[in-house]
């Protein structure tokens, strides 16, 4: 047995760290040890608040007392009977909640190559979100496109179109400091504005044609119909940002007369299996990611705003509840633990 740190929320708008025991690894499993876990500020937001629509993907998965979580990067201490031993020692990638210790089987554990470390491992799970994203709207090579919001999801949407040769990418935020970043990874134009207030400079800068296609990865149930009159007729809306309510969302004018097509997107649409129809599974979209991250195509160190100790966990998920705009990566170090 080992005594293992967790974070939690009991119920919504609380945080607590919590100790727990944990085994040692059972048949076909191993014992990871957490280096550091990546926050996914939106996500885990709304799953503070706890206010989501019935009926929804958030209602059924958020259970309180509830472990956030997902992106960790970790250290393979023991291995179980029916495992090879050479998983011993491995860096690996995790959908681990933000805890200390893990079981796990390896089929859901992604080595991290020497060269990556592990704060931009961590980004793993997002990337693969964010390139399901772009794959999902078949971007053809030269297309002009946009990006709404430009935090964590925004930013790694962005770099995936530079990646796939969009001619012009522009970024849209109220956040000038977002939008920076932004145009230092890819972006070709940056304008400071809501999606709505946006429509007269993307006219210009498009000569009139719009957007090809524009990705809103804000969750916010106002922005979809904004995102609507900011593409040509047959456009794309690909929404990446999963609103908790969606009774709020709607889509204005244009989606049937223009024949735009809105494509939604999760983590979970990976290949379930590698074939030669359909070969992006979850592990080939990683370590696609991991490649890009070696060929120095596109980076996430420099996105990385914040470190914390776990002890610092409510303080930190506070101040992201009311001062996200100076955030984009938060760490967990679980070294400090």
Known sequence: MVQSTYISFPQPNEITLCQEEVGLPAEGQMLCRAERSLISIGTESYCLRGIFDPGTNWSRWVQYP???GY??????EEVGPGLDPAWKGRRVLLPSPHQQYTLITPE???VVPEGVSAEEGAWGPLACTTQLAVRRAQLAL???VGVVGLGMLGQLVTQYL?????RKIIAIDTVQGR???ALAHGATHALCATAEAARPA???ITGGRMLDAVWDVTGHPAVLSQCVQLVRRLGRVVLTGDTPTPTQQFLGPGVVSNAIAILGIHAMATAPHYSEHSPWTEGEIIALFYDYLLQKRMRVSDLITHRHAPA????VYRRLQTERASSIGVIFDWSQV
């Open 66 to 68: 509830f472990r956030p």
């Open 71 to 76: 992106s960790m990067v970790a250290r393979v």
């Open 108 to 110: 859901r554990a992604y």
């Open 142 to 144: 030269g297309e002009t």
């Open 162 to 166: 530079h990646v796939a040769g969009a």
């Open 179 to 181: 939008l920076d970043w």
């Open 202 to 204: 993307v006219e210009e």
């Open 312 to 315: 610092e966990a409510p303080e």
